[in-house]
């Protein structure tokens, strides 16, 4: 149950003074209607319509500390996230992990994500590989203003040198990520990473404006093979679904005629296999809670100052950690212990996951084993390593989701049957097709 815990309670890093105005090249209009004070409705909340700072960061950006003296309430909360500064290491926890990354970088490294505070000490400092300045996306907004600035040639510029110059002058995930310049205007968010207009285009729309400030970064990505841009593999919250991703990776063109996107190819089965990022998003807008809640009802207290002013704290929290968040939960559960169920939940989605999750790491030493021993033709081989790539990719999905199955435990339950008939499927190719001893 533990499982994931510090990255849930992040979960969603959207910065806003108050919920209102998605603004996407243009701009789409949205109230926020939920409120987690009895007292308060929509009616209640008088929205501040402020000047910006003028005294610009060296990219142009107008950094936290320059919206501090207007909005206190908004940085301290903001700030207070550095308190979450724990790790989880998942390759010591579930150590099968290893075995089925073998050959990437998440082999090496792979623990939890600690507070906003953290982002750009934590992605220099990881054993993973980071050659390219893609891997800096979503971990401070100076990155994403080089690229409105420059254009996807930055995503390929090298690591260091990119990572040293907003090291020295910018700032860690901060009111620029989902505000742009506007912080103080009426709670308007921005969509700032450029990625996102292009993958969804008008689809954009579709989607609230809190949800997508948070999901900016919590999706599930890729880089393209041409430029390393950073990419969503879809363009509607229909094609979101782990099927229609794995479908769209599999029919992608690759620039020396390959037909199929692989993150990295594994030397000792020599299958092409994906990495699933942290879809949260796409699992979430999957599930039943995105038709009445977006991100911040469930990760962001509403608060009152002393001298009445309402705000959202952006200390992002787990709703079981947070009496005000729980208590609007009754609206469709009821008297239901929120608490109870949702570990109950998390409990039985990570024994699954530990259970598939070393079946996989079976299944790709047997696979192994095949693919150096010449016990088998290719044309075996490759129908084993097709199943092996769909088993590891929905194993994936459902394991890297940092809910846990909160957000959506029909889609994490679903991800992990698939996984569980594909990995069944390919034991059974490989043992029909194995030669027989005598």
């Not at 890729?222 to 390393?228: A, G, S």
């Not at 962001?300 to 968040?325: C, R």
């Amino acid at each position: 149950m533990d499982k994931k815990k510090i990255l849930y309670k992040l979960l969603c890093g959207v910065v806003i003074v108050a919920l209102a105005v998605l603004l996407l090249t243009g701009l789409l209009g949205g109230n926020d209607k939920h409120y987690h004070k009895d007292a308060l409705t929509g009616e209640d909340v008088t929205r501040i319509k402020v000047d910006a700072p003028t005294n610009l960061a060296y990219d142009g950006t107008i950094n936290a500390e320059a919206w501090n003296e207007i909005f206190p309430h908004i940085t301290a909360s903001m700030n207070a996230n550095a308190t979450n500064d724990e790790i989880v290491d998942y390759l010591s926890q579930d150590p099968y992990l290893i075995n089925i990354y073998e050959g990437f970088g998440f082999a090496k490294e792979y623990g939890s994500a600690r507070g906003h505070a953290y982002t750009l000490d934590d992605v220099h400092q990881t054993a993973r590989p980071h050659p390219l300045a893609n891997c800096l996306t979503c971990k401070t907004p100076n990155f994403a203003k080089l690229v409105q600035d420059q254009g996807v040639g930055v995503y390929s510029m090298d690591f260091e040198e990119v990572y040293e110059q907003i090291k020295a002058s910018g700032e860690v995930i901060s009111c620029y990520t989902c505000h742009g310049n506007s912080a103080g205007n009426e709670g308007e968010l921005r969509v700032t990473h450029n990625y996102v207009n292009e993958a969804l285009g008008g689809n954009v729309a579709t989607i609230d404006a809190a949800t997508l400030s948070c999901g900016q970064c919590h999706i599930e990505y890729y880089f393209t093979p041409t430029d390393k841009e950073t990419m969503m593999p879809y363009d509607s919250v229909e094609a979101m679904d782990p099927e229609a991703i794995l479908a769209f990776y599999d029919s992608m063109v690759l620039p020396d005629g390959t037909v199929g996107f692989a993150d990295w190819t594994q030397e000792s089965t020599g299958a092409r296999l994906l990495k699933a990022q942290h879809p949260e998003m796409e699992t979430y807008l999957q599930g039943p809670h995105a038709a009445d809640l977006n991100c911040a009802d469930c990760h962001m207290e509403v608060k009152m100052n002393e001298d009445g002013t309402v705000y959202h704290s952006h200390e992002l929290v787990s709703p079981l950690q947070s009496e005000a968040i729980l208590s609007t939960c009754v609206r469709c559960h009821g008297d239901t212990n929120m608490v109870e169920k949702v570990h109950r939940i998390q409990d039985q989605v990570t024994a699954r996951e530990t259970e598939i999750g070393n079946k996989l790491s079976d299944l790709k030493d047997a696979l192994a084993e095949a693919n150096q021993n010449g016990s088998l033709d290719e044309e075996t081989l490759n129908a084993v390593r097709k199943l092996y790539r769909e088993a590891q990719w929905f194993f994936d999905f459902c394991y890297v989701e940092n809910a846990e199955g909160a957000h959506n435990s029909s889609l994490a339950n679903r991800c992990l049957d698939l996984a569980a008939e594909k990995i069944t499927e390919a034991t059974a190719l490989l043992t029909a097709a194995a030669p027989v001893e005598g």
